[in-house]
Each structure stands twice: as structure tokens, then as C-alpha cells.
């Protein structure tokens, strides 16, 4: 035990040792006029134009912009994008895989939808800058666990406090209870696998009624204008949802498990994100007839089953936006949400195309979080979430040169940057062999 305790602590005290190194360079302030760069809208099209960031927002677009500006950036033979958005991360929740303190995402208990994950987020988070820099601009950050494991919040990558990063949209999380076997280490018969399936099944649609119960008497209390004596947080954070005022994430996968979860969701009448959708290739018709807008990924993974074709992960975005449904993309990642942009390439290759993959990082998203009219795409008004870039973010040579969050230009500095300047020219320093 000792001997753990003193691991962890050289453990914390490295880290912090990084937190307080990552960044030598502050974040500006103020107004940017970016001239002469190939803007690529995403909602209406690319052109040879300028762009004013100013107060926080995109205070012009367009050809030929005459404007005042603390700075003026000559963006000639470059790309200006809209910060791209990741559908479900565990960015700002978690930081040393190894350390099971430092894991805020995955709290103890089954029905726990009160657990923000917004209260959770470490602004200082290392994990923070060397991911935005790769242009990743906002995230859905979100718990998980039992079977209403917390609610998720998506957060711009910037800023000292979780409410300053807070980008309007909030959601509770359900694990909708799966069917079949886990594993090829599942060693439960089919017998014990239709017992826990309808176990967990008639769990939820208790909870879910007790829900509804508890809606209907909170609508008493407040037509009655009296204030009701219970304390009851998990019902609380659920009320919104049982009233259609949010939106509800389910992560769901398997084929029979999807079917399910729509037919659920069309009794109890919510208002649905489906997250996860691995088989979702498999029934693309009947998702995009229920009308839920999916988040998919990650697209750079391995096939559920051995009998599905090896591509068949890249290939699901497209085969759902073919069919119909809305899509954004996610990377379901801590470290690596930098990656967005890769699992977004192989979706447009295996099928989607670039201009779909692109909206699946950018408007889509937003439009799924309904933040479409602040996020997303370049737009006059539009919170100045961009980045000016090389080429094509898709392609690894691409090289991002500045970015800006609501507004401020962030250095393109993380860990990762500064550990490549130091050692480039390290100073070998004293000899200890003397």
C-alpha cells in the first residue's frame, strides 16, 4: 500500500508539473481580420474571401471585407473551417488512464441522471489543447456506467471554468439494456441472456414510469403554486425529458437492440439522440423512418462480429446518411479526440464523400445538439469557433496554423509541442558521469 500511495503521488505531482508547463503563450483577444483564404462554409460553399472575427463572433464573411482589425492574418493559398464538433468524447472527465482518481466519467451507481458531467470537466485538462489543436473546437463530454449513468454537456475546448467552456447544449445518457452476448468470454446460456434482457427492460420502464408519476405531480404542485416537499434529484434531471423540452442520448449498437430502443422510444414518445449505432448499417431504413439523428463511432474501429466485412465501420456514416438519417460523427476518446478529423476521412472515403463526412464534424452536429444557429458552419453572426488550415483537414499533411475559440486566437502549443521544441534543441546540460 505504501509503496502504491508513493507511485500516486509522484504521480499527481508530475502531472501537475505538466499542467503548469503546458502553456507559455496566453490566448488574444480582440478583432481579426483573416484575408484572402479559400472559405469553406460548409452550408454555402467555398470561396476566395476574407473573414472578420470580432467580439466573439463572425462580425463579417465575405468578398473583399474592409475593416478595422487588431490583427490582419494574409491567409492566401489557405483554408479557413468552422471548428469541427465531436459527438461524444470524455474530453475534460478523465487524464491518467492508470489512475483511477484522476476517471470522472464512470460514477458508482445505476440511475444516477443528476451526475453533471459539466461539473466534472477540468478546464486545465492537458488532454485540452494538444486536441483542439488539431481543430477540434467543441465536444460533447459525457458519464457513463449504469443504466442513467449522469448527463452529458458539450463544451467548447477553451476557457478557466466548466461554465465559461459550457456550450448550451446538455443531455441525460441511457444505456438501453443489450441483448445477446457480450463477448466471445460471454459464457451465459440463451435462457440467462432473455432473463437479464428482460430484467433490465422491465428495470427501465419502471424507472420511466415513476418518471412520468413524478412530472405529473410536479405539474400539480406548480398549477397549485406550491412548493413540493421531496427532494429527489434523479427525477429531477429526467423531468425535462419526460416533458419534450430535451433530448435524451441513448447508446444503442446492436441490430435488435436498435429496433427496441426505436419502438421505446416511439411508446414513451421522447425526444432521442442514438449514440454508439455500430449495427445501424444493418436496419439504415427503419432508423432513418423513426426520425432520431445518430451519433456514430468511432469509425476507426474493429467490426462487431467476424463475419462482417473488414471496412464495414467505415462504411456505417454513409450507409445511415444515404438512407437518410442525420449524422455526426464522434471519437469516443479522452486523448485522442484529435483523431475526428482521420474518422471522419474514412467515412467519406468508404462512402459518404467529403462534403457529407465534412457536415458530420460541423453542422450536423450542431443541428443534432441544436446549437445550429451559433455553431457549425461560417456564417455572419455565428460564434468564431474556425481554424485556417493548409489544405484539407482530412489529409494527415495538413498543417493547422491558427484557430480561434469563441472569438480568441489560442495558441497552437500543447504538451505535445512544447516536449517537440525542448527536445529538438535540448541542452544535454552537465555530464553526471564527472
Avoid at 503548469?20 to 462554409?41: C, D, E, P, R, Y
Avoid at 445518457?173 to 457480450?182: A, E, L, Q, T, V
Wanted: net charge neutral; hydrophobic share 40%; with cysteine.
Amino acid at each position: 500500500m505504501k509503496i502504491t500511495r508513493y507511485i500516486t503521488m509522484l504521480t499527481f505531482c508530475f502531472t501537475a508539473f505538466l499542467l503548469n508547463g503546458q502553456m507559455s503563450q496566453k490566448s488574444k483577444n480582440g478583432s481579426f481580420l483573416i484575408k484572402n483564404a479559400t472559405l469553406v462554409t460548409v452550408t454555402n460553399g467555398s470561396y476566395v474571401g476574407d473573414l472578420l472575427v470580432k467580439d466573439g463572433i463572425i462580425a463579417e464573411i465575405g468578398k473583399d471585407v474592409s475593416a478595422q482589425a487588431d490583427q490582419t492574418i494574409d491567409a492566401t493559398g489557405k483554408f479557413v473551417y468552422p471548428g469541427m464538433i465531436d459527438g461524444a468524447t470524455h474530453i475534460g472527465l478523465g487524464e491518467i488512464g492508470a489512475v483511477s482518481l484522476t476517471q470522472d466519467y464512470n460514477e458508482l451507481g445505476d440511475f444516477i441522471p443528476h451526475m453533471q458531467a459539466l461539473t466534472a470537466v477540468n478546464p486545465n485538462s492537458v488532454n485540452i489543447p494538444v486536441n483542439r489543436v488539431a481543430g477540434v473546437t467543441t465536444a460533447l463530454t459525457y458519464p457513463s456506467g449504469g443504466l442513467f449513468p449522469g448527463t452529458a454537456a458539450l463544451i467548447h475546448l477553451h476557457g478557466y471554468t466548466p461554465e465559461q467552456m459550457y456550450a448550451d447544449f446538455r443531455a441525460p445518457i441511457m444505456n438501453f439494456p443489450s441483448s445477446g452476448k457480450r463477448g466471445r468470454w460471454d459464457r451465459r446460456s440463451e435462457d440467462e441472456i432473455k432473463k437479464q434482457e428482460e430484467k433490465a427492460l422491465k428495470k427501465l420502464n419502471d424507472i420511466w414510469s415513476k418518471a412520468k408519476q413524478y412530472a405529473r405531480i410536479d405539474s400539480l404542485a406548480l398549477a397549485g403554486n406550491k412548493k413540493r416537499n421531496d427532494y429527489n434529484p434523479q427525477m429531477d434531471a429526467l423531468l425535462p425529458v419526460v416533458r419534450g423540452a430535451q433530448s435524451m442520448i441513448i447508446n444503442v449498437n446492436k441490430k435488435a437492440d436498435i429496433l427496441s430502443a426505436i419502438k421505446w422510444v416511439e411508446e414513451k414518445e421522447i425526444k432521442a439522440i442514438f449514440m454508439g449505432v455500430a449495427e445501424g448499417w444493418r436496419v439504415a431504413d427503419e432508423i432513418a423512418k423513426s426520425g432520431i439523428p445518430v451519433i456514430v463511432g468511432p469509425v476507426l474501429d474493429n467490426p462487431r462480429r467476424n463475419s462482417d466485412p473488414y471496412e464495414i465501420n467505415y462504411a456505417n456514416p454513409g450507409i445511415l446518411q444515404k438512407a437518410g438519417v442525420l449524422v455526426c460523427i464522434r471519437t469516443n476518446e479522452t486523448e485522442n479526440v484529435r483523431n475526428l478529423p482521420y474518422n471522419a476521412g474514412f467515412a467519406a472515403t468508404y462512402g459518404m464523400g467529403i462534403e457529407e463526412a465534412l457536415k458530420a464534424i460541423t453542422i450536423n452536429a450542431a443541428k443534432i445538439f441544436g446549437v445550429d444557429q451559433k455553431l457549425g458552419s461560417l456564417e455572419k453572426g455565428k460564434i468564431a469557433n474556425l481554424f485556417i488550415s493548409t489544405g484539407d483537414p482530412f489529409e494527415t499533411k495538413t498543417d493547422i496554423t491558427d484557430l480561434f475559440i469563441s472569438g480568441w486566437k489560442v495558441p497552437m502549443e500543447s504538451r505535445h509541442t512544447l516536449l517537440y521544441d525542448e527536445f529538438l534543441e535540448r541542452d544535454p546540460g552537465l555530464d553526471s558521469r564527472k
